[in-house]
């Protein structure tokens, strides 16, 4: 199969959505850029008119409330936000408005809304340009929240975000806008709540988010190389999030490592450590472990973020203590 | 405007005596603001409402049996009874939702004005909203951007004075409200919002602007509201008496003033409406209040 890069893939999504829908169009900061969107919506103006490709003014929280109107009214939006740190301006109309529209009148409308945020970090750029906001929006019943980890699941899932009937907060990394790998031509969803098994194994479980899905493969070859079998699950949508296939794995390997690009406390992490210690209790061997960033903002300086951001050593490092083995012994 | 009248001052009755037990923000006092835009619009027009907006919802047309429902929480309600006073529906009526964030619905009626507009439908949408949501910075950044994009959308304010318990004299340092918009180079226009045909004319101008793709223009419909902020007691704001206005304006009540205009018998029609209410309430009584086990239905729509 043709290869993409993460970032082409999620630019073929929104060409193939937006040539197969009228009612997708696109609206947010940086959209006339080829540099806020990383390359992501390129000459996407050109090709379908900067009446259907608006980059709007900073205004974040009236945008995402035309967006959240514009798909009451029958439209299909995709509305950009170039740094996830800047969706915060946009909670009124994303949770008050979008998330609790279908309950609030009883189903007989909904909000069919692709909210695309990015989180893009590291290169110093500090506290307010760097954060993995995901487990606020996890937290929000009524909205559904995607982090595809590969070009597949970067084009699939986007088109299952434009297809739901719901609103759908689709977050990806920069970090990942490089990764090449394997995309169909085609038109086609990755379900959203249903995670992948990237690699199969016996011993350790790795539940990866987002990037540090792409840690945990690295991770579980320094595993294998010290003779260390280990199963990694790209989470993919955090909600609703697979607990079938974690909680499977769970109970196969007896140990389990939840790898998330966020901050530790009340996180993604900390929510499937909990469901697993509930749900698969007498399978487990070994504590829950999360791998996650320390409880900090983001630091400024290059020394401080090679510190603050885990490597894949720190998912090898944890799956060490699940098995019960000092941390720097050999297999 | 009588309907509104007769409906909500039963619906305050019921908050009185504890049949209605969510927040209810009455109209009562302001009718002619709502009645006066709806008769401006056509079908397929929509107009986007907040906590106060009854009146918005009965005068689209809404169902008066399912409004009584929604406030008594019946799954006949126009909402399912999910959304009580302050979240009213009434789709096929144009009148998509109310919600009590204040200034909540203001952006989305931008957006659906901006879905009409892309799909180039002659279609107009209104934002209704009190001068308290001019407190809250996106209506700003709405009007900016339904002028930029020449949105055929209707700011309408219902100026009544006040935010809550709050005179605008404790928020404002001017009384220029109807000004909100020229930063903006939306339009603007003082109304006398206790006068429907005045409402009414500087309504079908701004509609007939945004119709034509002209844009958004801005209406400051001044009024007072007879009731509190909420709840049905007529001499408290949220715990805090009010000052002593309200014997000065229920000499501007608009229903009389409508009424000697059109040399209407008013206790005719309202013994009709009445009748109507009184239907419409012993149906919505009867109806039945949702089973608990529903609760987790609607969450997503599939």
Known sequence: ?331 | MLRIRRAEEAIGEMCETGEVRCPCHLSIGQEAVAAGVSAALLTGDTVWGAHRSHGHYLAQGGSLESLFAEVLGKTTGCSGGRGGSMHLTAPEQGLPGTVPIVAGTIPLAAGAALAYKLRGEKRVAVAFFGDGALDEGSVHETLNLAALYKLPLIFVCENNLYSSHLHWTERRVADNLDQAGAFHSVPGARVDGNAVEDVFEAARQAVGRARSGAGPSFLECRTFRWRGHVGASSDQDVGVHRRGELAEWLEYDPIQRAAEKLNMDLATHCADVDQEIDRALTNARSASAPDAGRIGEHVCAS
């Open chain 1, 1 to 331: 199969m043709r290869e993409l890069s993460y970032v082409q893939a999620i630019h073929e999504a929104h060409r193939q959505a937006m040539a197969a829908d009228c009612r997708v169009f696109l609206i947010g900061q940086g959209l006339w850029s080829p540099w806020y969107a990383g390359g992501s919506l390129e000459d996407l103006d050109r090709e379908f008119g900067r009446d259907r490709v608006l980059d709007s003014p900073v205004s974040e929280n009236a945008v995402t409330g035309m967006a959240v109107g514009a798909a009451l009214a029958g439209m299909r939006p995709i509305v950009f936000h170039p740094r996830l740190d800047f969706l915060l301006l946009a909670m009124d109309p994303l949770i008050n408005q979008a998330a609790n529209w279908s309950y609030l009148f009883a189903g007989q409308s909904s909000v069919p809304l692709v909210i695309r945020a990015v989180i893009n970090r590291g290169g110093e750029q500090g506290a307010q340009h760097s954060q993995a906001l995901h487990a606020m929006f996890m937290h929000v019943p009524g909205l559904k929240t995607v982090m595809p980890a590969t070009p597949a699941d970067a084009k699939g899932l986007l088109l299952a975000a434009i297809e739901d009937p719901n609103p759908v907060l689709y977050i990806d990394d920069r970090w990942l806008y490089n990764q090449t790998g394997p995309v169909p031509e085609e038109i086609y969803r990755i379900p959203i709540g249903e995670a992948a098994v990237r690699r199969a194994g016996r011993d350790v479980t790795i539940v990866g988010i987002s990037w540090m899905a792409a840690q945990a493969l690295e991770a579980a070859d320094v595993l294998a190389s010290q003779g260390i079998d280990a199963e990694v699950i790209d989470l993919r949508s955090l909600k609703p999030w697979d607990q079938t296939r974690v909680l499977e794995s769970a109970r196969k390997t007896g140990r389990v490592i939840v790898a998330d690009p966020g901050w530790r406390t009340a996180g993604a992490a900390a929510e499937i450590a909990a469901t697993v210690a509930a749900e698969a209790f007498h399978d487990l061997h070994a504590p829950v472990e999360r791998v996650t960033l320390p409880d900090t903002p983001a630091p400024s300086s290059h020394a401080e973020e090679q510190a603050y951001y885990p490597r894949p050593s720190a998912i090898v490092e944890a799956a060490w203590r699940a098995l019960g083995r000092r941390v720097g012994a050999t297999a």
